[in-house]
């Protein structure tokens, strides 16, 4: 059973970081290009970030390029986000995704948990 857990998540104030996880079983995780989405509230879900399945290729929306790291660790089938500089547009509730599926289900505007699982929460505030 493919099981995608996120972590990681909590309160940042502006400027600051915070490092999400992925935690992938189920699947041959280093077979697949990964990414991270998020839904801020009342906004429709995107793309944050993507990784190809060796890490040697990443992705940003231009929103966070400059400021969020993708990475990956295939021996541990584990995604990572870390972000810096931090923004209360950022928050946001964070999924990680097979990146053709995730992107799929953005273009179709399919969102939220029914389509996502339970994600992880960011919110920026000071």
């Known amino acids: 059973q493919v099981q995608l857990v996120e972590s990681g998540g909590g309160l940042a104030q502006p400027g600051g970081s915070l490092r999400l996880s992925c935690a992938a079983s189920g699947f041959t995780f280093s077979n697949y290009g990964m990414g991270w989405y998020r839904q801020a509230p009342g906004k429709e879900c995107e793309a944050v970030a993507g990784?190809?399945?060796?890490?040697?290729?990443?992705n940003y929306a231009d929103s966070v390029k400059g400021r969020f790291t993708i990475s990956r660790d295939n021996t541990k089938s584990t995604m990572y986000l870390q972000m810096t500089s931090l923004k209360p547009e950022d928050t946001a509730v964070y999924y990680c995704?097979?990146?053709?599926?995730?992107?799929?289900?953005?273009?179709?505007?399919?969102?939220?948990?029914?389509?996502w699982g339970e994600g992880t929460l960011v919110t920026v505030s000071s």
């Open positions: 990784i190809n399945n060796d890490g040697g290729s990443t």
């Open positions: 995704q097979d990146r053709n599926y995730g992107n799929m289900l953005v273009e179709r505007g399919f969102c939220g948990a029914k389509y």
